[in-house]
C-alpha cells in the first residue's frame, strides 16, 4: 500500500467504537456523523464464507465473523477506499500497523484470496 491515496481514495483511521455491526467476516458497518450514519464496509482482497441457510451449511461462517470483530476491536485500523462497490458496501483496503486484515484472514484459513 502506498504511503499517499490515489485521487479516488479516502484513507481514514477508525476507531474500534465506530464498528457497529458485523454481518460476516469480510464486511462490517462504521457509524459516521453524516448521511447516511450507518456505512458497510467489504474488505478489498479476501471471501469468507456466506452466512449459512437451512439448506445450505457454511462451515467456518461463525468463526470468520468473529475473527474480524476481535480484529477490528484491537485498536484503531485504517481502511483506504479504493474506488469500487459491492452490493451497496464500500470496498476497502484494512490494516493496522502493516497488517492487513484480509491477509490475516487468508492467513487464518478463514478465507481466500478474493
Known amino acids: 500500500m502506498s504511503s ?4 479516488n481514495q479516502l484513507r481514514i ?3 474500534p467504537a465506530a464498528v457497529i455491526e458485523q454481518p460476516d467476516g469480510d ?3 462504521l457509524f459516521t456523523f453524516g448521511v447516511p450514519s450507518i456505512i458497510a464496509i467489504r474488505v478489498q482482497g479476501v471471501d469468507t464464507p456466506e452466512r449459512p441457510t437451512k439448506n445450505k ?3 467456518n461462517f ?4 468473529d475473527f474480524t470483530k476481535a480484529w477490528l476491536a484491537k485498536g484503531p485500523f485504517t481502511i483506504t477506499t479504493t ?3 459491492s452490493l ?3 470496498v476497502a483496503v484494512v490494516e493496522r500497523d502493516g497488517e492487513l486484515l484480509a491477509q490475516a484472514l487468508i492467513d487464518a484459513n478463514l478465507g481466500v484470496v478474493r
Not at 499517499?4 to 485521487?7: A, E, H, I, S, Y
Not at 461463525?62 to 465473523?65: E, V
Open 4 to 7: 499517499k491515496p490515489r485521487p
Open 13 to 15: 483511521v477508525v476507531p
Open 27 to 29: 464486511t462490517f458497518h
Open 57 to 59: 451449511p457454511s462451515p
Open 62 to 65: 461463525q468463526a470468520a465473523k
Open 83 to 85: 474506488g469500487v462497490r
Open 88 to 90: 451497496e458496501r464500500i
